[in-house]
């Protein structure tokens, strides 16, 4: 075999050990070892084309002695790349350690909307085994700095949102790759079949177009949420004789279907793939897309497929069902799972301890948390590592425990041990929250004197000197991105929400006509921003005027508007005691949202209640939507004048 082919097979081996757990690159060498997912929490890298010289690339990190740079070849990055394939398919561990750990947009557990304000995405029901929380501080799936989906304040409709982290440094003459790149690169995101086109004009003007270049491209597009041209890569290579289709080529098809949301079609790929293609990360890939899409029933199913086969060699999938029953607050299975790896003999990760953490916090139990704490500093096998302490830090945060939360992001920013891009912005968010000016100018101190930053860290500090209600210095970071020539939505929604929060209503209204003058998509976190700074304001008409804007918003995108807006207004109108106006909105939150509780019946018996009008059938209205009174319940219909 030519030493090029020996570099290929390598690489899909590399892709297959990493996607199962059982290979990790370490961040600073880029070298491979066969070490614990724990270890690989830490090692986060970047690969950034277009070096000091032509036909290099260059790696960038951050280890504890700062930023760190290495320069591959084209071949290495295209080795890399290969590598990236697959570990696209798993994502960062460290990124879902760390996304589980801070509130997602989840504020059923009690947590304070300042605590969870660094995570901003919105959640659609897909499929009826599907039960995701639409609230803006209730979603422990997504990532505080929104690695899993590659920006801080994670937008649903980030897919409008191309994070140039490929694009940093000095430019040098491009090589091929990167031309083709370039190419496919200005394709339209709504065009349809609009990469395979270019790819056979590529080869009819004498250009070779070998695998590790397909591979190059796709995991650049998956990584930009392209997925529906990346999944034209996958089709022309799947259709295409002169590229053998392997394993790890059928996982990547499968993860991409479930991206968009073509979720029969996963399944079906994978049931009728052969049996060698079967292999754990396969299996891994479903069971994390199923636990990512709160797919209940399939994850268990499949769970329980895997202990039958026996075929679990890492604690992947254990964790995927630890987080699954996280986000679903089903916490009382969480043991049978702890028993499950016992009898598998799998011993727990750093990622296993930290989902542990997380649940005692999402239930307040800080004691507990603390207990898991000292367990996972006594496995001798585990070391804590940035996310354990971010863990930690966010619990106390949402905890209103300021002091105990800066004691741990003080060794979280100074530990022993690697920090990645995401943990300086896990950081300087965290800072922002708790108000500590000093901690915040210089974590983003260290992040601009970085060659390169990344486009999520720019959203983190617009939010976090927000946070400081810093607004001329929030401004200064987002006019050094228009200056750049521009500026993504989730950019725009961080110096939005940083107005909304210091009363700016006026300069919010005019950085969204703004947005719409430069054909920038809104979303739901758009308009959250909008309404809920009305709101602090008291202007509830000019609210529900933006509420009607952002129904007729042609580039709204596929999200809906977040449970926890339209419950933020009817909050307000309850206020009022206009029940005619509360019933109304009532209405349309059950047809948006028909799985209705007790906190939406509450807001709007408060109506009731203000009023002073008896709520005479309300309990019966409850029992009829299978919704359990609560104390509050009870004491609202007493106010309202109605004799329980």
């Known amino acids: 075999m030519s030493r090029a082919g020996r570099a290929v097979r390598a690489a899909h081996l590399q892709c297959l050990m990493r996607h199962s757990g059982l290979l990790v690159e370490n961040g ?3 070298k491979f070892s066969t070490i614990s997912s724990s270890q690989s929490c830490l090692q986060l890298s970047r690969l ?6 032509p036909g290099e690339s260059r790696q960038e990190f951050f280890s504890e002695d700062g930023p760190q740079r290495g320069i591959l070849s084209n071949s290495q990055f295209a080795l890399k790349s290969r590598s990236t394939y697959s570990s696209q398919l798993q994502g960062s561990i460290f990124t879902r350690s760390f996304s589980q750990v801070l509130p997602e947009k989840e504020m059923e557990a009690g947590r304070t909307e300042e605590a969870t304000s660094v995570v901003q995405t919105s959640e ?3 499929s009826t085994d599907v039960e995701v929380n639409t609230d803006p501080s209730k979603d422990t799936n997504v990532l505080v700095s929104g690695l899993q989906q590659e920006t801080t304040l994670v937008d649903e409709d980030a897919e409008n949102d191309d994070d140039s982290e490929d694009e940093a440094g000095p ?3 491009p090589d091929k790759i990167t031309v083709l790149w370039r190419k496919i690169e200005k394709v339209s995101r709504g065009s349809k079949r609009a990469v395979i086109p270019l790819l056979k004009e590529w080869i009819a003007e004498g250009n070779t177009l070998d695998r590790d270049t397909l591979v190059t491209i796709l995991v650049k597009l998956k990584r930009r949420s392209r997925y529906k ?3 034209e890569i996958s089709d022309y290579m799947s259709e295409n004789k002169g590229y053998k289709w392997e394993p790890v080529d059928q996982v990547m098809r499968i993860d991409l279907k479930f991206k968009l949301r073509q979720f029969r079609s996963a399944d079906a790929i994978f049931e009728k793939s052969p049996p060698e293609y079967k292999n754990e990360g396969a299996y891994n890939t479903l069971i994390r897309n199923y636990s990512e899409h709160h797919m209940v029933k399939k994850a268990e199913a499949l769970f329980s497929d895997l202990k039958k086969l026996g075929i679990c060699t890492s604690p992947f999938a254990f964790n995927q069902m630890l987080l699954l029953y996280k986000r679903r607050r089903m916490e009382e299975k969480v043991p049978g799972v ?3 790896m016992e009898a598998a003999n799998i011993a727990r990760d750093s990622y296993t301890y930290n989902i542990l953490m997380d649940i005692k916090s999402q239930t307040g139990d800080l004691e507990g948390m603390e207990e898991v704490f000292q367990a996972m500093k006594t496995d001798e096998k585990i070391q804590p590592d940035a996310a354990t302490y ?9 905890a209103n425990q300021p002091l105990k939360a800066k004691e741990y992001l ?11 891009y995401t943990a300086y912005d896990i950081l300087l968010a965290q800072y922002g929250v708790m108000g500590d000016v000093e901690g915040v100018e210089r974590i983003w101190k260290q992040l601009k004197s970085h060659p390169y930053t990344s486009n999520r860290s720019y959203v983190v500090a617009i939010e976090a000197f927000g946070d400081l209600k810093q607004i001329d210095k929030a401004e200064e970071i987002y006019m050094e991105l228009e200056n750049k020539g521009s500026v993504l939505t989730s950019q725009y929604n961080a110096l939005l929400k940083a107005y909304s929060n210091s009363g700016m209503t006026d300069k919010a209204d005019a950085l969204l006509a703004k947005m719409v003058t430069a054909k920038r998509k809104r979303n739901a976190v758009t308009y959250h921003n909008i309404i809920v700074g009305h709101l602090k304001q008291n202007e509830l008409e000019k609210a529900l005027d933006a509420l009607k804007k952002l129904k007729l918003d042609a580039l709204h995108g596929r999200t809906k508007v977040w449970l926890e807006t339209l419950l933020a207004i009817l909050e307000e109108i309850s206020k009022q005691g206009d029940i005619v106006r509360a019933e109304k909105l009532f209405q349309d939150i059950k047809k948006e949202y028909p799985k209705s509780n007790t906190r939406t019946y509450n807001i709007l018996l408060k109506s009731y209640a203000n009023a002073k009008v008896p709520a005479g059938g309300f309990l019966q209205r409850m029992a009829a939507d299978n919704v359990e009174p609560s104390d509050e319940t009870h004491s609202l219909l007493q106010k309202s004048g109605f004799q329980v």
């Open 28 to 30: 600073a060498t880029g």
């Open 48 to 53: 950034v084309p277009n070096s000091t010289s």
């Open 124 to 126: 659609e029901v897909i």
């Open 171 to 173: 430019e040098s003459a």
């Open 229 to 231: 041209q990346a999944m």
């Open 338 to 340: 702890l028993k499950d």
């Open 390 to 398: 971010g863990t930690l830090a966010t619990a106390y945060i949402a």
């Open 410 to 420: 003080e060794v979280m920013e100074s530990g022993d041990f690697p920090r990645s």
